[in-house]
């Protein structure tokens, strides 16, 4: 008999435990219903084991069954009679058969059949046989307690070090990630050895866990097939199944889910840690004077302490970050219960409590978190509630909103010793992205936000102001740096009237590192850091009482450049050179050239990183920097010389490989950057500067500069940026050596781009 399950998997009323149990019911019954018909001998029994019995079973999910029985009893017939209805069914089946001491015997070696005994559970046949195997297999899990819990807690670091973290993973392990369905089940094993000290159900993980659970099995539904892995693609169908409006609000769930198991999985390891520790000495526990007790690097407070006072609040966080302490759990829920009231505006004492905690770096992330669980870090901050735990679902940051604030001002902190107020630094660090959890432009909505904030801590109207252009200008250095001509004195101009004194300008020096570092390894390396380094030098330069032209460097072309220009005159043919990630083309002056280059490097496969431009004498010059790991020089040369002179289709050419690689795309942003196109005439001394927005593919650069060509515009520097799966790409571009200043001109010259480019 076949198992009849599709009307379980397409009524999606049923989610979560609701569809497991379901579901479970149905897979008893049909396994039961086969055991009769193939004769269940005397003094055997099936059993479920595992996942199902737990009665948690997901739609893809692996049917563990044991057959045991008793000594002397044959079921070899029996068990190839029971086996091949369930194979027969598509199902993945994970059995075994053995007596009671075989399989103990294994549990005794084997830490994933010992954990699966544990919810052993009769599904046919001799009841008592079943019962005794699961008395069996949880006394004998208790009686090797300490060596079993030492085992799950090295698995736990291993799984999380594997599979990373489920609330900040782009497509999470549901399952294994730290903060998965396996560490509450792990946690569930820890106490049946009896070793924790103190019952981990004080913190509840039956919603976190309904949460994951549900997002899962949604999961084997929309894919069809087993898989932990909650992948971009599938969230917003997964979200859809569940009843979302979005798949923002699914995975902002998951994340919340995640961390509250994570942060109660920290606590049980911790517990049981100290629970095999040796024994301690009253008088090795430390009591101050304002109640704080500190045991072993367990945090707690005197039944005298004061828990109305917000002082005492900030110095648990500060102690417990400063001496790497564990907060109990009880006295969180009594700082939580007693909700300090912080008067307004803050004392100076209380603001300076606050900035030495953010100051601690990253000790601080984990306190700050612990506190968020119970509501105290928006007690403190009540703005700080509409980004917790929200996703920004793209490969560039790597956090969630509000983890992403923490890592931050922990970055901030490191960085403390390059600015004049290393308090304004790591609270604007913290603040420079708070908009980012409401509706509107996050920046705008930042400036409002922190124009209420700083004054109500205290901070007078100028230092209020600084943390206010903190959060208005974070973006102006990265984005300058990567987008524009640091030779161009107007660019230089330009941050230093932003920016308007030295003070602000290494403030925001310093938040740029922090701020991409704690993006993600896209955001931060070290040729963006040289870039910014680079501007804020110059432009702290002008502040100092330098004239901008004075600032600048040597300007492109400089002596290397000149010498493969004058090779190229002489010998009136093409020059390539290529040093480390630098390709340089010099060739005859004609239009197109620039386009040309790009496109014989987009046949390449090569990552064009940035570009400059320079025509003389009748040759034209363009130089990219690439990324690479191995290509064939010899093989290059050959197709510049062929693409150069017109002799590849490289239009044709360029589309086919983006069509055949556009197969393999895999996204890696939520949400898709759509074209668009401005000019800013202001900040260049010289060019008109054309930024275009788009997704990344294949020749895009070939492409814009190849629209530019038709519309008779000359390319001086081209600066690419990717992030995710898009691009920023800017244009520093004359006609006829002029900034092109005509409104129809530059709305054609747009028409044009938005032609040439990918619409989504």
């Known amino acids: 008999m076949l198992l009849e399950r599709d009307d379980l998997l397409s009524d999606?009323?049923?989610?979560?435990?609701?569809?497991?149990?379901?579901?479970?019911?149905?897979?008893?019954?049909?396994?039961?219903?086969?055991?009769?018909?193939?004769?269940?001998?005397?003094?055997a029994a099936l059993v479920a084991i595992g996942g199902y019995g737990r009665c948690e079973m997901s739609p893809e999910s692996d049917l563990d069954i044991v057959l045991v029985y008793r000594e002397g009893v044959d079921v070899s017939e029996f068990a190839e009679k029971i086996w091949y209805p369930i194979w027969d069914s598509g199902l993945k089946l994970g059995h075994q058969v053995d007596t009671i001491d075989g399989l103990l015997a294994l549990a005794e070696v084997n830490l994933e059949t010992a954990t699966a005994l544990l919810s052993a559970r009769l599904i046919s046949g001799d009841e008592s046989l079943a019962l005794d195997l699961a008395i069996a297999g949880a006394e004998q899990w208790r009686d090797n307690a300490a060596v079993n819990a030492a085992l799950l807690s090295e698995g736990v670091d291993q799984r999380h070090d594997e599979f990373g973290e489920v609330a900040f993973g782009l497509g999470p392990d549901l399952k294994n990630g730290r903060g998965g369905l396996r560490d509450v089940q792990s946690l569930r094993w820890a106490e049946a050895t009896g070793v924790l000290a103190r019952a981990t159900t004080e913190i509840s993980l039956d919603g976190a866990y309904e949460v994951l659970l549900r997002a899962r099995i949604a999961l084997h539904r929309v894919t069809g097939r087993a898989g932990d892995r909650l992948m971009l693609d599938f969230q917003d169908d997964v979200a859809e199944a569940l009843g979302y409006d979005d798949a923002d609000l699914l995975m902002a769930d998951v994340a919340g889910a995640a961390r509250t198991i994570a942060w109660a999985s920290d606590a049980a390891w911790f517990?049981?840690?100290?629970?095999?520790?040796?024994?301690?000495?009253?008088?090795d526990r430390e009591h101050r004077d304002d109640g704080?007790?500190?045991?072993?690097?367990?945090?707690?407070?005197?039944?005298?302490?004061?828990?109305?006072?917000?002082?005492?609040?900030?110095?648990?966080?500060?102690?417990?970050a400063s001496r790497h302490c564990y907060i109990d759990h009880d006295t969180l829920e009594r700082l939580a219960q007693s909700a300090p009231e912080f008067p307004t505006p803050w004392t100076s004492e209380l603001r300076r409590r606050f900035t030495d905690l953010l100051r601690l770096g990253r000790p601080a992330i984990s306190v700050i978190e612990a506190f968020d669980q119970v509501g105290l870090m928006s007690h403190i901050l009540p703005e700080w509630e509409p980004c917790r735990s929200k996703p920004q679902r793209n490969a560039y940051h790597r956090f969630t909103v509000d983890r992403h604030l923490l890592e931050a001002s922990a970055e901030a902190a490191g960085l403390a010793e390059r600015v004049g107020r290393p308090d304004l630094l790591v609270l604007g660090a913290l603040l420079h992205d708070i908009g980012k959890g409401y509706p509107g432009d996050h920046t705008d909505v930042g400036v409002e936000l922190i124009a209420d904030i700083a004054p109500r801590m205290g901070f007078d109207e100028q230092d209020s102001d600084r943390l206010v252009d903190m959060c208005r200008h974070h973006l102006l250095l990265?984005?300058?740096?990567?987008?524009?001509?640091?030779?161009?004195?107007?660019?230089?101009?330009?941050?230093?009237?932003?920016?308007?004194?030295?003070?602000?300008?290494e403030l925001l020096g310093a938040l740029t590192e922090a701020d991409s570092i704690a993006t993600?390894?896209?955001?931060?390396?070290?040729?963006?850091?040289?870039?910014?380094?680079?501007?804020?030098?110059?432009?702290?330069?002008?502040?100092?009482?330098a004239r901008p032209k004075e600032v600048v460097g040597q300007r492109f072309p400089g002596p290397t450049e000149r010498e493969l220009i004058g090779r190229a005159m002489v010998s009136g043919e093409l020059v390539l050179d290529v040093a480390g990630s630098t390709v340089t083309v010099v060739?005859?002056?004609?239009?197109?050239?620039?386009?040309?280059?790009?496109?014989?490097?987009a046949l390449s496969g090569l990552q064009i990183v940035s570009a400059q431009a320079h025509t003389e004498g009748g040759v034209a010059l363009s130089q990219f920097n690439v990324h690479h790991d191995q290509f064939d020089f010899g093989r290059l040369e050959q197709q510049m010389r062929l693409?150069?002179?017109?002799?590849?289709?490289?239009?044709?050419?360029?589309?086919?490989?983006?069509?055949?690689?556009?197969?393999?795309?895999?996204?890696?942003?939520?949400?898709?950057?759509?074209?668009?196109?401005?000019?800013?005439?202001?900040?260049?001394?010289?060019?008109?500067?054309?930024?275009?927005?788009?997704?990344?593919?294949?020749?895009?650069?070939?492409?814009?500069?190849?629209?530019?060509?038709?519309?008779?515009?000359?390319?001086?520097?081209?600066r690419i940026q990717t992030i995710g799966d898009s691009v920023i790409d800017a244009f520093y571009v004359t006609n006829?050596?002029?900034?092109?200043?005509?409104?129809?001109?530059?709305?054609?010259?747009?028409?044009?781009?938005?032609?040439?480019?990918?619409?989504s």
């Open 520 to 545: 993600g390894p896209s955001a931060w390396n070290s040729s963006k850091a040289e870039l910014v380094r680079t501007l804020v030098d110059r432009v702290r330069d002008v502040h100092l009482g």
């Open 736 to 759: 006829n050596d002029e900034k092109i200043t005509d409104a129809n001109h530059l709305g054609e010259i747009e028409r044009a781009i938005l032609h040439a480019i990918p619409k």
């Open 643 to 718: 693409g150069t002179s017109g002799q590849i289709a490289l239009a044709a050419r360029v589309s086919e490989r983006r069509h055949t690689y556009a197969r393999s795309f895999k996204r890696t942003s939520a949400s898709q950057v759509p074209p668009r196109v401005t000019f800013d005439n202001d900040t260049s001394g010289y060019a008109t500067v054309v930024e275009v927005s788009c997704r990344d593919t294949i020749g895009v650069l070939y492409r814009i500069s190849r629209a530019l060509s038709e519309m008779g515009i000359e390319i001086s520097t081209a």
């Open 587 to 601: 060739q005859s002056d004609r239009s197109g050239a620039f386009s040309r280059v790009a496109g014989v490097l």
């Open 478 to 505: 990265p984005d300058v740096a990567t987008r524009r001509d640091l030779d161009d004195r107007g660019t230089i101009s330009h941050v230093a009237e932003q920016t308007q004194e030295v003070e602000l300008l």
């Open 292 to 320: 704080i007790v500190i045991d072993g690097g367990l945090l707690s407070l005197a039944e005298t302490a004061d828990t109305s006072s917000p002082q005492l609040l900030l110095d648990v966080a500060h102690v417990a």
């Open 12 to 43: 999606y009323s049923l989610t979560g435990s609701t569809f497991a149990s379901a579901y479970c019911a149905r897979l008893d019954q049909w396994v039961a219903s086969n055991a009769e018909a193939a004769g269940m001998p005397n003094g």
């Open 271 to 283: 517990w049981v840690a100290r629970s095999i520790e040796p024994r301690r000495r009253a008088s």
